[in-house]
């Protein structure tokens, strides 16, 4: 190691890097350039802070940012040095902090779940807090019609805003992110057990929340939405219902052109399809032709021009379209399979096939 950098370190940097005895005091070192006399600053600014995210927000853990100067001299150092007994400067800078706060305040060091996650520019003295979200498993069923999530600037209702309303009260957060398991038509109804999805909660105040009582208050707003089994859960959970594929069953209530005997609707069996992009959703939708299956189907005569359909479908499938064929793009739909014009008038998803996901937990 060049002698020019080994005989200007502080004892600490020395000691990290089993380099023997300091040479200097900590404001002339090479290596540290004296920023550990900096960390009680800045640990009574993150106490501070962190104060100020208040609520039960009780433990926290550090990240800094070392300048670039000082990594490129910790780097040269380590080049001449064994490498498994060296510990990184930030390690130690982090750990300082961390033991600082610890000893002047009542928050708690969590490397690996904590509430508050700092990270610090000790040559900025800048901090940047962020507060973990909370995380709420449920399914939801959807009786009105309504969108799954808020559009930014519609007054349109949603099944997003209307939980928000009763999280956000319950822990005094920001605001709500609901991650569904798939999404429903504005226009269709969403019964059965529910669709499962996930609420992340961010800058909650309050983490420790009776979600029965929630689940109770949401269900009793009569505002054309119910939750079910409410209880916490992870971010790992947002990427298991997002990446599942969920077989549906709907019930689905369609009108035709002409009237059309009972002995006619023997006709509609369990099919495969292939779908085109639907028109409808086109202009964001990358333009593809889609294997579906229909895998289970009941046909019922309401009146002459109405037939009510109960059906289970692949995860995927276009049920609209498979009743209408969406001018050729679905094929063979009804329409095709009886010979006339076929529309849906009312689209309910019945079932959501997810019992897996208890196994899950």
Known sequence: MSNSIAGHLCQRCATRNRLGNARVKEQDCELCKGLFLSVPVLAQQLVEKMKHVGGENSTFAVGTKVPKPIE???????????????????????????????????????????HIRATIDPSGQHIHLAVRPVFIFGKYKKKLQMRQTKKEGSPEQSVEALIEKHMITATKGMKVTLHGAGREDIDAFMLGSGRPFVAEIHKPAIRRVNWKDVEKKINKSNEGIEVVGLRPTDRQTIEVIKGARFDKTYEVVMEIDRPIIQKELKKIKPVRLFQRTPIRVSNRRADLVRKRRIKEIRSELIDGNHIKLEMTTEAGTYVKEFISGDEGRTNPSVSSIIGRKAKCVKLTVTKIHSEWLEDFW
């Not at 064994?82 to 300082?96: C, M, V």
């Open 72 to 114: 490129t001299t910790e780097e040269l150092i380590w080049e001449q040095t064994d490498l498994s007994n060296a510990e990184a400067l930030k390690a130690e800078l982090n750990r300082e902090i961390g033991k600082y706060v610890e000893r002047h305040s009542n928050f708690t060091f969590d490397p690996k779940e904590p």
